[in-house]
């Protein structure tokens, strides 16, 4: 059973065309399936952070990392908290 909020993410997606099977399952909560929604309408390859272990700020991180160019793998482990890839980010686009 999904939220309201995980189901106006579905919504929001399937509204954009982009493919919602990717996070449209319960394991992730809304602000998890914002920031892959945000992702696959940005054209990002969102496998990179469509996984549960990482929080919504995580994934935020990530996102922005793929917007800029970057090369997130460097930072996109689950073990690094979102203050920590906010800084490896910042270090990468100096």
Request: hydrophobic share 45%; aromatic share 12%; net charge neutral.
């Amino acid at each position: 059973m999904f939220s309201k909020g995980q189901l106006k993410q579905i919504e929001l997606g399937i509204i954009s065309g982009v493919d919602v099977s990717i996070y449209a399952k319960p394991e992730f909560v809304g602000d998890q399936m914002v920031e892959i929604r945000l992702g696959l309408e940005a054209g990002v390859d969102v496998s990179i952070y469509a996984k549960p272990e990482f929080s919504w700020s995580q994934m935020r991180r990530i996102r922005w990392g793929l917007l800029d160019g970057l090369d997130v793998s460097v930072y996109a482990k689950p073990e690094f908290s979102w203050k920590q890839m906010e800084e490896t980010r910042w270090r990468l686009l100096k």
